[in-house]
């Protein structure tokens, strides 16, 4: 079953993502040398500041040189591009930071390119990012998409592959238009999958993922495909019209 943490106050969101991060570190490194995590960008990079920076619970206990961050969607722009979600979490995490950090960035090399540069920008990311990722971090749009998986039939490509771990999104809905997403099969084969929602904007797309069950939304899918390595952080106001969860 799909886990739902709920909060009212900012801060004990936070907290409880720093928990979730911080156990799932140490999990992995019980049996590993490294901590593979995959991150999302928007509002999620702020709350990642929050309780890997700011809080002092957390902030100590964060193995640094044990990470390896990659990025579950990432826009075809230079790194240091306000779109980037890279260049996010550069500012907002790892320029605060005294110690190293391994980070995969996409190849900014070929960003100024076209259909073939993209098309390589997502094989090579795929070369490079591990088999089982021990924690992904995901958002949820107004329109249930997450990554860049979107909902609707122009989009249908990415949540079909199979095959493909990393694809190039084109022609996004929101901009910019040219995207590298992970897959269906990255998603399945990580050991937990998080997503953290807040504001009045998720509302009704909340309650068409946890009440409706719509699964045309990539958010909805992901619950009934991986039930049980799914959960939620989310704050009251996100989860104001869901009856059911």
């Not at 140490?26 to 995959?38: I, M, P, Q, Y």
């Not at 999302?40 to 961050?69: C, M, Q, Y």
């Not at 980070?103 to 390119?113: A, C, H, K, M, T």
């Not at 809905?173 to 992970?182: D, E, G, Q, S």
């Amino acid at each position: 079953m799909v886990s739902v943490n709920k909060f009212s106050e900012k801060k004990d969101l936070a907290h409880r993502l720093g928990e979730v991060v911080v156990n799932a570190q140490d999990e992995a490194l019980k049996h590993s040398d490294v901590f593979n995590l995959a991150i999302s960008g928007g509002s999620l990079v702020n709350v990642l500041h929050s309780t890997l920076i700011e809080d002092k619970d957390f902030a100590p206990k964060v193995k640094w040189d044990k990470w390896r961050v990659y990025f579950c969607d990432e826009r075809i722009v230079p790194l240091d591009h306000a779109d980037s979600n890279y260049g996010a979490f550069k500012t907002a995490v790892l320029d605060k930071l005294e110690q190293k950090v391994q980070v995969f960035p996409i190849d900014e090399s070929l960003v100024n390119g076209g259909e073939k540069e993209f098309q390589e920008i997502a094989e090579k990311y795929a070369a490079i990012i591990p088999k089982s990722f021990d924690l992904i971090l995901l958002g949820c749009g107004p329109d249930g998409h997450t990554c860049s998986l979107f909902p609707g039939e122009k989009h249908a490509y990415l949540l079909q592959e199979r095959e493909k771990r990393v694809c190039w999104c084109h022609d996004s809905p929101k901009p910019p238009p040219n995207r590298v997403t992970f897959t269906i099969p990255v998603l399945e084969d990580a050991k937990q999958l998080v997503f953290v929602a807040e504001g009045a904007s998720k509302q009704d797309i909340m309650h068409q993922i946890f009440d409706l069950k719509n699964n045309e939304l990539p958010t909805a899918l992901i619950n009934s495909l991986f039930t049980t390595k799914v959960t939620w952080i989310v704050n009251d106001e996100a989860f104001a019209k869901v009856q059911t969860a």
